[in-house]
């Protein structure tokens, strides 16, 4: 029984395996005609496809429509799902469940279309929880706690 743990934030997902880092994945997206990468390889494509590149669709997680949109990607979700997907895909043999790691200005909204990108990709959710908590998960209660994200 294996525990896949995804850390998102605005700059991408950190991934971790049973306790082990695994990868960590730019939050970049990049259009080249049809092909769509997200991850590593948009972020070395960045500067030579400077036109198409979004780095806030995890900041940014919505269904609103996107200006410069296509068919294949209409809104910020459209990007974070196929960057969810790549990801999800070399594990999803190893890892029996989940548990996301959020921030903590994710909405209703926000998160209810995390989960439905994760059911999506089949991915076995068991829990979210806020990244603020999980850092003050470890520390004493006896002083003053201070996080910034």
């Known amino acids: 029984m294996s525990l896949a743990i995804f850390n998102l934030n605005d700059a991408g997902i950190q991934l971790g395996l049973d306790g082990d880092p695994i990868r960590t994945s730019p939050g970049y997206a990049v ?5 769509l990468m ?3 390889r948009a972020a ?24 410069g949109g296509t068919s294949q990607i209409r809104h910020h979700a459209d990007l974070a799902f196929s960057h969810l997907e790549e990801l999800w895909r070399p594990i999803s043999d190893r890892a029996t469940q989940a548990i996301f790691v959020v921030p903590g200005y994710y909405s209703a909204e926000n998160l209810s279309l995390l989960l439905g990108m994760a059911k999506e990709c089949g991915i076995p959710v ?6 603020s908590v999980l ?15």
Not at 46 to 64: E, I, V, Y
Not at 126 to 131: A, E, M, N, R
């Open 31 to 35: 259009l080249n005609d049809n092909n």
């Open 38 to 40: 997200v991850g590593e």
């Open 44 to 67: 070395g494509n960045t500067k030579l496809l400077p036109r198409w590149t979004n780095s806030r669709f995890w900041s940014q997680l919505t269904t609103a429509p996107m200006q």
């Open 126 to 131: 068991q829990g979210i929880v806020d990244s």
């Open 135 to 149: 850092v003050a998960s470890n520390l004493s209660l006896h002083r003053n706690i201070l996080h910034l994200d």
